[in-house]
């Protein structure tokens, strides 16, 4: 079982960045792709990006590809999502979970969420 927690949204305007953390705590970790998917009113849940924590492979959704990037420290157990270039469009609450790169509509474990906020 992993638990994840994430923090780091905020309210940021059109085109500025924004980190956002998440730190899994379980066992064997390593064993494990962790990434994100995001929930905005009264749209479907979108993934966005996952990554392998044995090897560092990536997966990203064409609609963040090149303006976010994913990437892991092993040794604090924890997932960065740097998002940058933001728009409007990215508001949304933010989810760590438990993903695969090979299967990107798999979402299993995620965390309570974190609220970010794109908006002049």
């Known amino acids: 079982q992993v638990h994840l927690v994430e923090s780091g949204g905020a309210l940021v305007q059109p085109g500025g960045s924004l980190r956002l953390s998440c730190t899994a705590s379980?066992?064997?970790?390593?064993?494990?792709?962790i990434g994100w998917f995001r929930r905005a009113p009264g749209k479907e849940r979108e993934g966005v990006s996952c990554i392998r924590l044995s090897d560092g492979r990536t997966y990203y959704e064409d609609s963040v590809k090149g303006r976010f990037t994913i990437s892991r420290d092993n040794s604090k157990n924890t997932v960065y999502l740097q998002m940058d270039s933001l728009k409007p469009e990215d508001t949304a609450v933010y989810y760590c979970?438990?993903?695969?790169?090979?299967?990107?509509?798999?979402?299993?474990?995620w965390g309570q969420g974190t609220q970010v906020t794109v908006s002049s």
């Open positions: 379980g066992n064997n970790l390593e064993n494990y792709d």
């Open positions: 979970a438990t993903c695969s790169i090979l299967a990107t509509k798999y979402f299993g474990t």
